[in-house]
C-alpha cells in the first residue's frame, strides 16, 4: 500500500483527511488586547446596551418635533434657546415646549426632545434659534441599545476576532476572552540532500511560515536522511508533541521515497489517502497515527504550498469551529490573455498576475510546472483553479482567481519588462 499512488479527487480527500482526522483545541484566557486574530473558544453576549442611553448622532439643536415640524428657508421656525449639553454633561436640562438645547455629537438627549437638527440649518441669535429644515421623529439620533442591547451576540463560538469585535467586547465590560489555543504543528523535513546541505531547505520556511499565517505555531522542527528506521522515530516523536505533523519530501514512489513505510511503522498508523489530483502537488498525502492527522507534501516549494492550502486550513478550521472556508482569500474576476491546457482528472492551480487595463482586469499565466520555481509566487498575486473536469480555458475566457497578493497595474507589469502576450512558460 505504501508502495503505490492511487490518485485521489481533491473534494474526496479533503472529505476522507476531515472525517478520519481530529485536531482536539483546548480553550485558553487571553487578555482581550491580545485576542484579535484568535478563534473565540464560546460565545460572548453584551453585558450593556450600547449606546447606554439615547444621545445625539451629530452636532446641533435638541428640541421637540411637534415644535420644528414645517420648517423651511423660506419658513424658518424660531425656538427659545434654553442651554447646552456635551459629551461630559452631569446634569441634563429638560426640554419645554417651543425650547431648544444646543447638543455636542455623543450627547445625552434632554429629557422631552425627540429630535436634532443639524447645526448647519440653524441659525443663532442670543437666546433664540431659527430652524430652516424639518426632521422626523428621532432623527440624528442614536438610541439606547441601537447599536448592542444586553444579550445581543457579540462573537459566536469559532468567530475569528477582528478589531470591531475587540472593540464591542471592551464595551461591554470584558478584559479577557477564552480563545482557541494555537495549533501545535510539527514539520519534519526529510532527504539526504538537504541534511548533507546540497540544497537549500526553502521548503521549510513555506512550511512554518504558513503555518504561523494560519495562526499555528511551530513546536517541534527535524531534518533526517532517507532512512526509514530514523523517518519513524523522529514521526513517532512529533506525533506526541503537535497536534498536526508536516512532512516535506520523500512522498513518491522512488527508492528513496520512504516516508509513507515508515509511517505505517508507527503504531496505529493507517493511510487517509495516496496522492491526490492535483497539479502541482500530486503526491500530497494523507495519514492517521494515534488520531491525529499526518500531512504529506512534496518537498518542492511551491508543490508544498498548493497541497497545505488544499488540506491544512480545512483542517485546522474544523478544530476552531469556523466554516469550512476557513480563512477565505479574496477573488477578482477577469479576462485570460491566452489559452490554458488542462490534463482531465487533474485539478490544476495555475500562478498567474491579475493586473487592472483600464476598466478591465487581465489575467497572465505564469507556469503550472517547475514546483521548485519559488518565482512564480513572487511575479504572480493569484492563483487559477481548473477543476479536473475541465480541458482548460481558451484565450478570451473570463476566469476567477484567487488572490494571493494585491492587485496591480498592468501598465507596472509591462515595464517591467513582462510580455503579457507570450507570458512565461506553462511546461
Known amino acids: 500500500m505504501a508502495g503505490t499512488i492511487e490518485f485521489t479527487k481533491p473534494s474526496d480527500a479533503l472529505k476522507k483527511l476531515l472525517a478520519e482526522a481530529s485536531v482536539n483545541l483546548d480553550g485558553e484566557y487571553v487578555d482581550l488586547v491580545d485576542a484579535v486574530g484568535r478563534y473565540a473558544y464560546r460565545e460572548y453576549v453584551s453585558k450593556v446596551d450600547?449606546?447606554?442611553?439615547?444621545?445625539?448622532?451629530?452636532?446641533?439643536?435638541?428640541?421637540?418635533?411637534?415644535?420644528?415640524?414645517?420648517?423651511?428657508?423660506?419658513?424658518?421656525?424660531?425656538?427659545?434657546?434654553?442651554?447646552s449639553v456635551d459629551v461630559d454633561s452631569t446634569e441634563i436640562p429638560v426640554l419645554k415646549q417651543s425650547e431648544a438645547i444646543l447638543i455636542s455629537t455623543g450627547a445625552p438627549i434632554p429629557s422631552g426632545a425627540d429630535v436634532v437638527i443639524p447645526v448647519e440649518y440653524c441659525a443663532i441669535s442670543g437666546d433664540l434659534v431659527y430652524i430652516y429644515r424639518t426632521y422626523p421623529k428621532y432623527a440624528n439620533i442614536s438610541l439606547r441599545g441601537e447599536d448592542l442591547r444586553v444579550?445581543?451576540?457579540?462573537?459566536?463560538?469559532?468567530?475569528?476576532?477582528?478589531?470591531?469585535?475587540?472593540?464591542?467586547?471592551?464595551?461591554s465590560g470584558y478584559s479577557q476572552i477564552e480563545v482557541f489555543r494555537k495549533p501545535r504543528i510539527a514539520v519534519v523535513n526529510t532527504g539526504n540532500e538537504i541534511v548533507r546541505g546540497?540544497?537549500?531547505?526553502?521548503?521549510?520556511?513555506?512550511?512554518?511560515?504558513?503555518?504561523?499565517?494560519?495562526?499555528?505555531?511551530?513546536?517541534?522542527?527535524?531534518?533526517v536522511s532517507d532512512d526509514i528506521d530514523e523517518i519513524a522515530r523522529t514521526l513517532r516523536e512529533a506525533v506526541e508533541v503537535s497536534d498536526v505533523v508536516v512532512v516535506t519530501g520523500g512522498t513518491s514512489v522512488g527508492a528513496r521515497d520512504v516516508v509513507p513505510k515508515a509511517l505505517l511503522k508507527l503504531e496505529y498508523s493507517r493511510e487517509v489517502f495516496r496522492g491526490v489530483r492535483i497539479r502541482?502537488?500530486?503526491?500530497?498525502?494523507?495519514?492517521?497515527?494515534?488520531?491525529?492527522?499526518?500531512?504529506?507534501?512534496?518537498?518542492?516549494?511551491?508543490?508544498?504550498?498548493?497541497?497545505?492550502?488544499?488540506?491544512?486550513?480545512p483542517l485546522l478550521g474544523k478544530a476552531c469551529s469556523t466554516p469550512f472556508e476557513f480563512e477565505l482569500k479574496p477573488s477578482i474576476v477577469g479576462k485570460l490573455i491566452r489559452?490554458?491546457?488542462?490534463?482531465?482528472?487533474?485539478?490544476?492551480?495555475?500562478r498567474v498576475i491579475a493586473c487592472r487595463d483600464r476598466d478591465e482586469v487581465l489575467i497572465i499565466p505564469l507556469r503550472l510546472t517547475g514546483s521548485g520555481i519559488l518565482s512564480t509566487l513572487i511575479k504572480g498575486n493569484a492563483i487559477l483553479e481548473i477543476p479536473e473536469d475541465f480541458e482548460g480555458y481558451e484565450e478570451g475566457s473570463i476566469v476567477k482567481v484567487t488572490l494571493i497578493n494585491p492587485l496591480v497595474n498592468c501598465s507596472d507589469i509591462v515595464n517591467g519588462g513582462h510580455d503579457l502576450k507570450r507570458g512565461d512558460s506553462t511546461q
Open 280 to 313: 502541482p502537488g500530486r503526491t500530497a498525502s494523507a495519514y492517521v497515527v494515534r488520531g491525529k492527522p499526518v500531512i504529506l507534501v512534496s518537498g518542492l516549494p511551491v508543490a508544498a504550498y498548493i497541497s497545505l492550502d488544499l488540506l491544512l486550513p
Open 50 to 83: 450600547l449606546p447606554p442611553f439615547n444621545r445625539s448622532a451629530v452636532d446641533g439643536v435638541a428640541a421637540r418635533f411637534v415644535d420644528i415640524a414645517g420648517a423651511s428657508e423660506s419658513s424658518p421656525i424660531l425656538l427659545k434657546l434654553t442651554g
Open 198 to 223: 546540497v540544497i537549500p531547505n526553502v521548503t521549510y520556511y513555506v512550511v512554518t511560515s504558513y503555518v504561523r499565517e494560519l495562526g499555528g505555531e511551530v513546536v517541534y522542527s527535524r531534518v
Open 339 to 350: 489559452k490554458l491546457p488542462n490534463e482531465v482528472g487533474f485539478r490544476s492551480f495555475y
Open 151 to 171: 444579550g445581543s451576540i457579540i462573537v459566536r463560538r469559532g468567530t475569528k476576532l477582528r478589531p470591531w469585535h475587540i472593540a464591542a467586547l471592551a464595551a
